[in-house]
């Protein structure tokens, strides 16, 4: 299996959007997927809680809006333009909400695996 990704540009606005509801709100996703590794452009609705807590390692780098990335310990972070958050799988289970909207870049793959 080659799971190496020649070089490449990717012009977001050629990538079709899919839709995922929250618990409330929606979000949309524009998905380019590689063997082991998966890039999206994420728009959260205005008002948009997520409708399950992920395990999920990512890099999540905040383009546009604001979003609190919340722990289900109670923990919360907000992050607006410019700001990033990294976990690897299964270190935190978190979810995601925002009340103005928020656009992502998300990035996850088996590179963010938990390592023993």
Known sequence: MNTNIPYQTIDWTRVPKTEHQGETGIAYWQTIQYDT????????????VADHWCEKGHIVF??????????????????????????SD???IHRS????????????????KLKL
Not at 62 to 86: D, P, V
Not at 97 to 112: A, P, Q, R, S, Y
């Open 90 to 92: 299964d270190l935190s």
């Open 62 to 87: 905040c383009l546009e809006g604001e979003f609190i990335n919340e722990l289900k310990n109670g923990t919360t972070s907000l992050l607006s333009k410019g700001m990033t958050y990294i976990v």
């Open 37 to 48: 590794l998966r890039v999206r452009i994420v728009e959260y609705s205005k008002g948009y």
């Open 97 to 112: 909400k925002t009340t103005n909207g928020v656009k992502l870049l998300i990035i996850d793959g088996d590179f963010l």
